[in-house]
C-alpha cells in the first residue's frame, strides 16, 4: 500500500541579510588607514598599526564603560579624573609597600567607589549623572592633585610580578594590557547584547516609563551603570601605572571628551535605548590613526587638540543623521 498523501513543502524562509550595525565604522577605519597609508606607505607597518591598537587601550577601556551609559542616556564626565585618582591611589599604595596586585586590584575598587558616589548622588538628588558628575569632576581633580601633592606618583619597586606582567609584549609587539582591552570589549560586548543586565540598560535607554512598568528599577539600573564606569576606569588607571611605572597629576584630565567621541562615531546614539561596544572600539581607533596620520604627514602635533574637537562636532552631525534615518525607517514602517 503506497502512502499518496505527501506532506506539505516548508516555505523557505527569506530572512533578510543584515548587516552588522559596526560595519560603516569599520569600513571608514580601513579606507582611513588605506588612504594614508598610500601616501605615507610606512604607515602600514604592522609594528606602527600595533602601537596605534596600543594608545587606544586605556581610553579604549573608558569607551566601552561609556557605552553603557549612552545607552541610558547618561553621560560621566569625570571618567578622566577617577581613572587619575584610581591610579594614584594604587601607586600611593605601592609607594607604601603594598604588594603591587593588591594594589592593582584597591585601585579598581576604589574606582568603584568613586562611581557609586556619583551614582548614590545623581539617583538620590534624581538629577542627570551629566549633571551631578560636573560637580564631581573638580572634586576628584582637587582630592587626586592633593593626594599626590601635584607631583607625578612612581612606584619604587617596578621589577615585581606585576608590572612585569602588565608591561610585557606578546611577540614583543602586542603589550599584554592592549589584550586585556580586547577581552574587556568582547566582554562586555556579550554582557550588552546576550544578559538580562544588557537588556535591561538598552530598555531603560529605550524608553524609561516602559521599562518601570515592565518591572525594571530604572534608579537601580543607573546606579550600577555608574559603578560599572567606575570600576573600569580604576582598572584602567591601575594598569595604566603598571605600564607606564607612574602616573603624571594630570594625566586623565582631557579624557571624557575623546572617549564621547569615540562612543558615538562607533554608532551609540546621545538618544539612548541601543549601545555598540565594538562600534566604540573602533571609534577610538579611527580618533587614533587621524592623531597618528597628523604625525606621518609632518603637521604640527598642537592640531590634534582641534582635530580632535572637529570629530566630536561630525560625531554629533552623525547622531543625528542616524536618528533622522531611524524616524524615517519608523514612519515607512508604520505606513505598511
Known amino acids: 500500500m503506497t502512502d499518496t498523501g505527501t506532506a506539505p513543502a516548508p516555505s523557505p524562509s527569506r530572512r533578510r541579510f543584515r548587516m552588522p550595525e559596526e560595519m560603516g565604522v569599520i569600513i571608514a577605519l580601513v579606507l582611513m588607514i588605506v588612504i594614508i597609508g598610500v601616501a605615507r606607505p610606512r604607515f602600514l607597518n604592522p609594528i606602527n598599526l600595533l602601537t596605534i591598537l596600543s594608545h587606544t587601550t ?29 591610579a594614584v591611589f594604587s601607586g600611593l599604595l605601592m609607594v607604601a609597600g603594598v604588594d603591587p596586585w593588591i594594589a592593582a586590584f584597591a ?27 560636573l560637580g564631581t569632576y573638580s572634586m576628584f581633580q582637587g582630592l587626586s592633585l592633593v593626594v599626590n601633592s601635584g607631583r607625578a606618583v612612581v612606584p619604587p619597586d617596578q621589577d615585581s610580578s606585576y608590572f612585569n606582567a602588565v608591561a610585557t609584549k606578546l611577540f614583543g609587539i602586542v603589550p599584554v594590557a592592549a589584550l586585556v582591552f580586547v577581552v574587556l570589549a568582547i566582554v562586555m560586548h556579550f554582557v550588552l547584547h546576550r544578559t538580562k543586565f544588557g537588556y535591561r540598560v538598552q530598555a531603560v535607554g529605550s524608553n524609561p516609563e516602559a521599562a518601570e512598568l515592565a518591572g525594571i528599577s530604572t534608579a537601580r539600573i543607573k546606579l550600577q551603570t555608574l559603578v560599572l564606569m567606575g570600576a573600569i576606569c580604576g582598572l584602567s588607571g591601575a594598569m595604566y ?5 607612574a602616573i603624571d597629576p594630570n594625566e586623565g584630565s582631557d579624557f571624557v571628551l575623546v572617549v564621547v567621541a569615540a562612543v558615538i562615531i562607533g554608532g551609540t546614539p546621545l538618544s539612548g535605548g541601543y549601545g ?18 597628523l604625525i606621518f604627514f609632518g603637521i604640527d602635533a598642537t592640531w590634534s587638540t582641534f582635530v580632535t574637537g572637529a570629530v566630536i562636532v561630525i560625531a554629533v552631525v552623525l547622531d543625528q543623521l542616524v536618528k533622522w534615518q531611524r524616524s524615517r525607517a519608523l514612519a515607512r514602517a508604520s505606513d505598511g
Do not use: K
Open 276 to 293: 555598540t561596544v565594538i562600534g566604540a572600539v573602533v571609534g577610538m581607533m579611527i580618533i587614533q590613526v587621524i592623531s597618528s596620520g
Open 107 to 133: 585601585g579598581v575598587g576604589f574606582g568603584a567607589l568613586l562611581g557609586l558616589f556619583n551614582g548614590v548622588l545623581s539617583v538620590g538628588l534624581r538629577l542627570p549623572a551629566i549633571i551631578v558628575t
Open 58 to 86: 586605556f581610553q579604549g577601556m573608558l569607551a566601552v564603560g561609556m557605552v553603557y551609559l549612552l545607552a541610558i542616556r547618561e553621560i560621566d564626565l569625570s571618567v578622566g579624573w577617577i581613572f587619575n585618582f584610581s
Open 241 to 245: 601605572i603598571g605600564f607606564r611605572g
